[in-house]
């Protein structure tokens, strides 16, 4: 079992080199990584099978895709570690740049922290108006049971005065038709007085 860390040099960032390094680590059974560097190379480390490793370096050196174009491989090899399980890609496409995509997303994500403070914002808001029509309900049905009590008061106190009215005209009819009687009583005696009758 080897280790290798290969440096591949030239059009490498960008096309798609990483996975064609993956792909090929993996048909191979070759643990490690690929990742890209900030000179714009490629840096591979890897562990497997002497000829396993030479195989990957052979491919990339020579079989790339035709859109990619490796200009130099440099190769050190060291003792094996065994600690890869798999093998991966590693790190930004293009370490120090963001890709239009990368950049488009952060601006998504900017937009999406502005809306949800603004939602936030218009909940708070609402949770504020929903308390101020509680009150206002409560206060209209405070106000509506007042009416209702006034109207009912009202009502009684109607129906008090049209039974005392009634009462009154009772009485007065009463003392009216007393007092018309004896009027009628005493005219009787002063015409029987005077001899009218």
């Known amino acids: 079992m080897k280790r290798a860390n290969i440096i591949a040099k030239g059009k490498v960032q960008k096309v798609g080199y990483r996975d064609f390094v993956q792909d090929n ?64 890609r590693r790190g930004a496409d293009v370490p120090g740049e963001e890709s239009e995509m990368v950049v488009l997303m952060r601006s998504f994500d900017k937009k999406g922290e502005v809306m949800i403070g603004i939602l936030s914002s218009m909940n708070e808001t609402l949770g504020s108006m929903n308390e101020t029509l509680k009150s206002v ?3 209209t049905s405070q106000m509506l049971e007042k009416q209702d009590d006034t109207i009912e008061a009202i009502e009684r106190s109607k129906e008090e005065i049209v039974t005392e009215i009634s009462s009154l005209r009772e009485d007065l009819r009463s003392y009216m038709e007393e007092k018309f009687a004896r009027i009628e009583q005493e005219i009787e005696g002063i015409k029987a007085k005077i001899g009218m009758v």
């Open 137 to 139: 309900k409560e206060d």
């Open 25 to 88: 680590a993996r048909e191979l059974g070759i643990t490690g990584y690929v990742e890209n560097l900030e000179d714009g190379n490629v840096k591979v480390v890897c562990e497997g099978e002497e000829d396993a490793i030479e195989g990957l370096i052979n491919s990339v050196k020579q079989n790339p895709p035709s859109f990619v174009r490796v200009e130099e491989v440099n190769v050190g090899y060291e003792e094996y570690k065994g600690e890869f399980s798999g093998f991966e």
